[in-house]
């Protein structure tokens, strides 16, 4: 059986039981204590993971989108997927970005998105779109970074708070 060294991070597609579970929480946990989010945050985000799951049982393989989980010392702390976008075809959407602050620092932010990114390529997508709120500064800098543009911007009432929504697109 191979081991890992401790503190190294490791990122393999999320198919094990509990994954879900891990990265549902990791989003509850961190949102609340970072940003004042409520339990709706997760409810959103387990909802989508479980869509996913179920559209796999249907269409088969990876083909409705992948999850992708990053572990350090055994723990999930992390995470990316990329799912079709279903308001634009042909676009992909990335979902469930996380990440521990126990990982940050180490680029593994950058390496999940670019393995969801490298995913959207393969599959022939003219670009990929995400949905956000302000306020996450470090994940909006990442995608600014990965050539992401602010496309839309609009007063929202989500996960307990008044924010702003956006959404950011990246053509290829």
């Not at 990316?80 to 970005?97: F, H, K, S």
């Not at 932010?109 to 670009?127: H, T």
């Amino acid at each position: 059986m191979a081991t890992t060294a401790p503190g190294a991070v490791t990122i393999r597609e999320a198919d094990r039981p509990g994954d879900l579970g891990a990265v549902a929480a990791l989003h509850g946990i961190l949102y609340t204590r970072e940003y004042g989010m409520d339990a709706t945050m997760e409810a959103y985000v387990a909802a989508g993971m479980a869509e996913l799951v179920l559209a796999r049982t249907v269409e088969g393989s990876a083909a409705p989108g992948r999850l992708w989980v990053a572990e350090l010392d055994g723990r999930v702390v992390g995470a990316a997927g990329l799912v079709r976008a279903e308001e634009r075809p042909g676009w992909g959407q990335l979902r469930w970005v996380v990440l521990d602050p126990v990982a940050r620092g180490r680029g593994l932010g950058r390496r999940l998105l670019e393995i969801a990114l490298d995913e959207a390529r393969a599959r022939s997508y003219e670009g990929v779109l995400l949905w956000t709120v302000t306020g996450l500064d470090a994940a909006h800098h990442l995608y600014a970074k990965a050539g992401f543009e602010l496309t839309v911007s609009r007063p929202a009432h989500k996960f307990g708070l008044d924010t702003v929504e956006q959404r950011m697109d990246l053509r290829f």
